[in-house]
């Protein structure tokens, strides 16, 4: 089965640097999320597109955007990158359904020097 | 207002003995409750979950869940743990809405 895809897997950047991240959900999902998880730490909710508009807003830095495309792809971009944005960034998504189970990608480890 | 607290950080177990992994919400409607499970370097993976059907849950892994309104839990259970069952294992609870609120995770070791 289809799952959640996320890319690039590994990432390093330098400090001040921009990163693009990028999640192809589920084929007929049309809800996406994306987590942040620090070392250590539980995921943190950071936003999320429902049919590719905006649909909730957590702990997402100003510094980063989002955005969900007309092929619900969705893309995160983080600017002016922080020692303290490396972490582990899963994206999932979800059917339009009540109960919005929610299923995760491999994750996309940023690494900022 | 909504909320998730996962009694134990660290749960140890020797294999082949029974897995307990517990979960309290809070939460003003009724709501969804999951359980996911992580894996070192790995996404995190759905084990189970409630949506107001049956209040026991039967998940992948032989693991299970019972959903007790009357003491806003939701424990995870396994009979008899295993080697592969060492992870991180995360309880969620939504209300039907598009924002899901972890617990900060239980980290279960399973000793040989």
């Known amino acids: 089965a289809a799952g959640v895809i996320q890319s690039p897997r590994h990432l390093i950047k330098e400090k001040r640097e921009t990163a693009t991240l990028k999640c192809y959900p589920i084929?007929?999902?049309?809800?996406v999320y994306w987590y942040q998880q620090g070392p250590g730490q539980d995921p943190q909710f950071l936003i999320s597109?429902?049919?590719?508009?905006?649909?909730d807003k957590g702990s997402i830095p100003d510094r980063f955007s989002a955005q969900q495309f007309s092929d619900y792809h969705s893309e995160l971009n983080m600017s002016s990158l922080e020692l303290g944005d490396s972490a582990l960034y899963f994206c999932?998504?979800?059917?339009?359904?009540?109960?919005?189970?929610?299923?995760f990608g491999p994750g996309t480890r940023l690494t900022v020097l | 207002a909504q909320s998730v607290t996962q009694l134990d950080s660290h749960v140890s177990v020797s294999e082949g003995t029974p897995v307990l992994l517990r979960c309290n919400y809070s939460?003003?409607?009724?709501?969804?409750l999951f359980w996911y499970v992580q894996h070192p370097n790995k996404g995190l993976q759905l084990l189970l979950k409630?949506?107001?059907?049956?209040?026991l849950v039967k998940g992948i892994n032989g693991f299970e869940a019972e959903f007790k309104k009357s003491e806003t839990s939701f424990h995870l259970t396994k009979p008899s743990a295993h080697m592969s069952d060492a992870a991180e294992y995360f309880c969620?609870?939504?209300?039907?809405?598009?924002?899901?609120?972890f617990g900060t995770g239980t980290s279960l070791t399973v000793i040989p």
């Open positions: 409630y949506t107001s059907a049956a209040t």
């Open positions: 597109f429902y049919e590719k508009m905006q649909s």
């Open positions: 939460s003003s409607y009724s709501p969804s």
């Open positions: 969620v609870v939504s209300e039907a809405g598009n924002q899901f609120y």
């Open positions: 084929p007929r999902h049309d809800t």
């Open positions: 999932a998504s979800s059917l339009p359904s009540s109960f919005r189970t929610q299923y």
